[in-house]
């Protein structure tokens, strides 16, 4: 078994030897040589230089050892394709932000492929470097994540815009759902038809809001997203972070893998979910500011939990944080590296 | 039946012919008259000086009508008789942070009422000035969500001081938690005894990390100091935030009433917590950020979602927003007086 059916088939729920690893933003501050990268290169102009994308995605596969890679890019780069513009500051700024029906009514669906050609040459690189030594992940924003992005323009800690118009104009949330849902469709499948091998939509904000929220204004538009990449072929996992009181909504959503937290041990979250699915995560990220010995106790927890699922995908509960030791990171592949389900 | 009665009787389990309500942080910069009391004296100035603390205790009392005061203070005013100093900047800033055994041992367990006198003072006061009108509430932070602020010095996205912590130095956390509790204790007890009439505990970091973790690291000192204040014969609320993945846990902490954020239904979060407890909260503060009209809607649906619980103090999520407008928050105590559960 190559490293490349190890995690396809784990997305798919078939289990192997060991669970696969790879780490939600595995490419990143985390890592010297990402930094060498950063001090010639801003952000965004790393989305979009094709070469530096690709270089920096490989990092961790040389670094970490990881058992998948997934494209250097942001949730934000499809916004200007739609109109917006956009900047990172260092966190990212949307400008002007969709407040109105007016608003959303001049928001484009771009061809997105001309509109972000950077992303689809990103992928083939990719795909022709790592020569399928490990699987591309390709990724993007749920709709409700995307849209609570564009409506407030920046990072928040309550999203109040959005939920002003989840709550007082969802006729006018609908509309921009729609029209966020239809642009990441388009930008998801030109992912796969150049290359990308699986994809995971990530739905960070989806826990802000409940249940019942939650089945109104995120599930439906996840729903239309993945089964249109259903149809290309590829496994999709979705990620609802902080989303465990809408877990038996989530897990109608129809991805093939889904996401899940460090609030949750994996098997309280799979009898949440209503079990038979495969699972990625969840230490959490905090683990790896702490030392190799915790890393590795809290890391051979996890797997042992795991060891039960379907399928299980060894991650973090969320993104790698930038003060994180490399050693510890390289301390957390390599437990899983090493362990072998009974 | 009196307002007292209406307040006290539903942390009780017992049902009055419409729930009570208040809102958390209902003295604060959503209010004009507390807005004029801040241009004369900063944030801990006010908590400081009783006549004031007193005064603006009183006003959401004057121009909402709500159902009970709750002591104007916060949850860090202990840390500085611990040893430590605190400054507001706008949020809490504690220095020096606690990062290590020598940094616990050398924290002090203090005699609260000679070192805070002026919390029991503001008591005193508005015992004497509400007269009865409504049963004043007394507050302090559970011992976890404290000690996260000492460890980490000032509100964090991560905690991850804390966390590291928690997961590689338990025993510190656990020794920095004794400390926490018998301090918490103190300082409650005295509260009560200067005349608080009912206990709100706030655990608002407690869902930042699993329910394995918070029932070692927060549920065991939440009971202490929970049986403790019922000890004194006041009826106490828990409310731990975003903490719906560990529902089965909080419910044995030995509170009378459960705090519960709008993440889950009412009827939800009591099928979570196991039934059989009063229920406080849940109505997002961002719906006070929307129209009359969706405040109006939202807040009734709430109230009907609560009428079959065995007891239900209507109140928000989580604090009220200084944004909000005065005629939203208005507006929910109103829907909330009006209603009738039949």
Redesign the interface.
């Known amino acids: 078994m190559n490293h490349d059916d190890l995690f396809l088939r784990a997305c798919r729920g078939e289990r192997g030897s060991r669970p696969p690893v790879w780490l939600m933003r595995q490419a990143g501050r985390y890592l010297p040589e990402y930094r060498e990268v950063r001090k010639k290169v801003d952000f965004l102009t790393l989305c979009r230089t094709p070469e530096l994308a690709a270089q920096v995605t490989l990092q961790p596969i040389e670094r970490l050892g990881v058992d998948a890679a997934i494209l250097f890019s942001d949730i934000l780069v499809p916004a200007p394709a739609m109109g917006l513009n956009l900047d990172f500051n260092p966190g990212p700024v949307v400008a002007p932000p969709v407040r109105s029906a007016d608003d959303v009514k001049h928001l484009v669906v771009p061809e997105i492929e001309a509109e972000v050609p950077f992303v689809y040459e990103t992928i083939r690189i990719l795909r022709r470097e790592l020569q399928g030594r490990v699987p591309l992940i390709g990724f993007a924003a749920a709709p409700f994540t995307l849209s609570a992005y564009l409506v407030e323009g920046e990072g928040s800690r309550?999203?109040?815009h959005w939920?002003?118009m989840l709550?007082?104009a969802p006729e006018v949330a609908h509309a921009l759902l729609d029209k966020t849902t239809q642009t990441t469709i388009r930008y998801l499948v030109a992912q796969v038809r150049a290359g990308a091998q699986a994809i995971q939509l990530f739905d960070t904000w989806a826990?802000l809001?409940?249940?019942?929220d939650y089945a109104v204004f995120s599930l439906p538009y996840v729903k239309r997203v993945l089964d249109a990449v259903r149809a290309e072929g590829v496994p999709t996992i979705y990620f609802a972070l902080?989303a465990?009181?809408?877990a038996g909504l989530v897990a109608t959503c129809g991805a093939d893998a889904l996401g899940t937290d460090?609030?949750?041990?994996l098997a309280?979250a799979s009898r949440a979910f209503g079990d038979g699915f495969a699972l990625q995560g969840n230490l959490?990220?905090?683990?790896l500011?702490?030392?190799v010995a915790?890393v590795r106790r809290?890391t051979l927890a996890m797997l042992q939990d795991g060891a039960g699922l379907p399928g299980h995908i060894a991650n973090l509960g969320h993104g790698i944080?930038p003060?994180t030791p490399v050693d510890n990171a390289i301390a957390f592949v390599e437990t899983v590296k090493g362990f072998r389900i009974s």
């Open positions: 309550t999203f109040g939920k002003r709550y007082a826990g809001v409940s249940a019942e902080d465990a009181h809408a460090w609030r949750q041990s309280d959490d990220p905090c683990v500011l702490a030392d915790t809290r944080l003060e």
